[in-house]
């Protein structure tokens, strides 16, 4: 069964900075694309980037320039730098494969406040 394990989030200042990780389990993770996506309270589900198993990255327009994906297949691990950090960007973000998801993780908090 796949698991996927969010973490790093937390509460910081505009302009701040975040570090998010994710890791999984039980799949053959560098075949597969995967994607940071987030949930702002009363919104749906969004895509923010995604990166291939080859690690090329792709950003929705509203984080470009300010996030970075990334991922270590050795590791069974992606990650998500996020830098410039806006009031907008406060969300539950989660990890998932881009074409085939599983089970959602439980998501980690980021809250971007003065």
């Known amino acids: 069964q796949v698991q996927l394990v969010e973490s790093g989030g937390g509460l910081v200042q505009p302009g701040g900075s975040l570090r998010l990780s994710c890791a999984s389990s039980?799949?053959?993770?560098?075949?597969?694309?995967m994607g940071w996506y987030r949930q702002a309270p009363g919104k749906q589900r969004e895509l923010v980037a995604h990166?291939?198993?080859?690690?090329?990255?792709n950003y929705a327009d509203s984080v470009k320039g300010r996030f970075t994906i990334s991922r270590d297949n050795a590791k069974n691990m992606v990650y998500l730098q996020m830098n410039s950090l806006k009031p907008e960007d406060t969300a539950v973000y989660y990890c998932n494969y881009l074409r085939v998801p599983v089970l959602w993780g439980q998501g980690t908090q980021v809250t971007v406040s003065s």
């Open positions: 039980g799949r053959i993770f560098r075949f597969y694309a």
């Open positions: 990166i291939t198993g080859d690690g090329s990255p």
